[in-house]
C-alpha cells in the first residue's frame, strides 16, 4: 500500500498562502510595514540573557521535567502572577516553546481518533495538532453544544486572533463539562499577562477549578511578555497525572528543553519587571494603532486582551481588507487562516518597533474611507 505523507493530510501552512500579498505591500514606496506575525521586536532583557550565558558552558543532558529551581520558579511565578493555586512541582512542565506543545498534545496523551473540539476561531495549530494525531476536529465555542463524546478540547483566552476574554462563568462551564465527560480542557494562555479592557483568568484559578485542577491543563509562553520566541520556551502546567504522563513520552522521546534556555526561564519567571516595562509598550502601540485604525474607518472588534487588533470593514472580506491593507504596504494576517468564522476580519499585531508603529499610523492617516 502507498504511502501518504502527513503533510498531505494538514492545511495548506498559512502564512505561505499569503507570499505574494506580502510581495504587494512590500512594493509600498517606503517599505513593507509587517504587522502579521505576532512575533516580538524588543530586546531581550539584560537579566535573562545573562543567565543563558552563564550556563552555556554545561556540558551534560538537561532535565526533561526541568531542574528542581526551574519547576520552583514555575510554581512561584504562576501563583504570583496569576493567582494559580494547587500546583507542586510534579505538576508542571518545561517545553519547547509553546507551539511545539500544542501540536504535540493530542499525539502524547494517545487521543489518535478521538473527537478534538477547538474554537470557531482559532490558532490554526490546535487543528493541526488535532489532525497529526488523527482526530476529529469539531469547531466549537459553546460547552452546551460541544459533542459529550470529545475526548479533548483547546480553549483560548485571551484568543489569537480576536482578542476575546473568556469569564470566569465561561471558564467554569468548560471545567463543568470536563467533569460530565471526562475530557481533558487544554487551555492556551499565552497572552494571560496582556489584558487591557477586560481581566484574564486562568482556567487554574479558584475562582474557577473551586480548588481541583482534574482534566485541566494550562499552556504558558515565554515569547510574548518576556520577548524569548527564540529561546523556544513554555510550559504545561495542572493535572499532576496528565502533567506525569506527559513528561513520561516526553522523556521517551528526547523533547527536552536545552539546558542553558532552562536557566534563562529561570531569569525570566523570577523577574516582573521585565513584563510590566514590556506591557507598558504594547499598550503605547495599541492605543496609537486603535485610533489610527478607526479613524481609517475601520471597525475593531473584541480586542480586549492580547497582542493583536480584530478588524474589518463592512463589504469587505478578509482577503480584501488584506490587500487593502497591502495597498499602504502594511501586511496583516487575514481572519481566514484562523477558521471560516473569521472571514471577515484581519488581525493586526502591535509587534512591531515603535518606528514602524509611526509609520503605519501615518499612512492609515493619508486613507480615504
Not at 21 to 32: F, I, N, T
Not at 56 to 66: D, M, N, R, V
Amino acid at each position: 500500500m502507498a504511502r501518504t505523507p502527513l503533510g498531505s493530510q494538514l492545511p495548506d501552512f498559512p502564512w505561505d498562502t499569503i507570499a505574494d500579498v506580502r510581495k504587494h505591500a512590500a512594493s509600498h514606496e517606503d517599505g513593507l510595514i509587517d504587522l502579521s506575525v505576532g512575533g516580538p521586536v524588543d530586546p531581550v532583557a539584560p537579566s535573562i540573557q545573562l543567565a543563558l550565558s552563564e550556563a552555556a558552558a554545561t556540558p551534560g543532558y538537561p532535565q526533561t521535567a526541568g531542574t528542581p529551581e526551574l519547576r520552583e520558579t514555575i510554581v512561584a511565578s504562576h501563583a504570583r502572577r496569576f493567582g494559580i493555586a494547587g500546583l507542586t512541582e510534579r505538576s508542571v512542565l518545561p517545553v519547547i516553546g509553546l507551539k511545539e506543545a500544542v501540536a504535540w498534545l493530542p499525539t502524547l496523551l494517545g487521543l489518535r481518533g478521538e473527537k478534538v473540539v477547538i474554537p470557531e476561531v482559532a490558532y490554526p495549530t490546535y487543528e493541526v495538532g488535532a489532525l497529526m494525531a488523527g482526530c476529529e476536529v469539531i469547531r466549537c465555542d459553546d460547552p452546551a453544544t460541544a459533542p459529550r463524546d470529545a475526548a479533548f478540547v483547546f480553549i483560548n483566552s485571551p484568543s489569537n486572533p480576536t482578542g476575546a476574554v473568556l469569564g470566569v462563568e465561561q471558564m467554569r462551564a468548560w471545567v463543568e463539562f470536563s467533569r460530565e465527560t471526562g475530557a481533558i480542557i487544554a487551555s492556551d494562555e499565552c497572552y494571560l499577562y496582556l489584558g487591557w479592557s477586560a481581566e484574564p483568568v486562568s482556567i487554574l484559578h479558584p475562582s474557577v477549578t473551586d480548588g481541583d485542577n482534574t482534566g485541566l491543563l494550562a499552556l504558558h509562553s515565554l515569547s510574548k511578555t518576556s520577548n524569548l520566541a527564540s529561546y523556544r520556551a513554555g510550559t504545561i502546567s495542572g493535572d499532576e497525572a496528565l502533567v506525569q504522563e506527559l513528561l513520561l513520552i516526553r522523556k521517551h522521546s528526547g523533547l527536552i528543553v536545552p539546558g542553558p534556555i532552562q536557566a534563562a526561564m529561570v531569569a525570566a519567571l523570577g523577574d516582573d519587571l521585565h513584563e510590566q516595562m514590556q506591557r507598558s509598550t504594547y499598550a503605547a502601540r495599541r492605543l496609537v494603532l486603535m485610533k489610527a485604525l478607526q479613524n481609517a474607518g475601520l471597525t475593531i472588534d473584541d480586542s480586549d486582551a492580547g497582542l493583536y487588533l480584530w478588524v474589518h470593514h463592512d463589504g469587505m472580506d478578509s482577503r480584501e481588507l488584506l490587500n487593502w491593507f497591502a495597498d499602504h504596504g502594511i501586511l496583516g494576517a487575514p481572519g481566514d487562516f484562523y477558521g471560516p468564522a473569521g472571514a471577515q476580519h484581519v488581525r493586526i499585531s502591535l509587534t512591531a518597533p515603535d518606528e514602524r508603529i509611526e509609520a503605519a499610523v501615518a499612512r492609515l492617516g493619508n486613507t480615504v474611507d
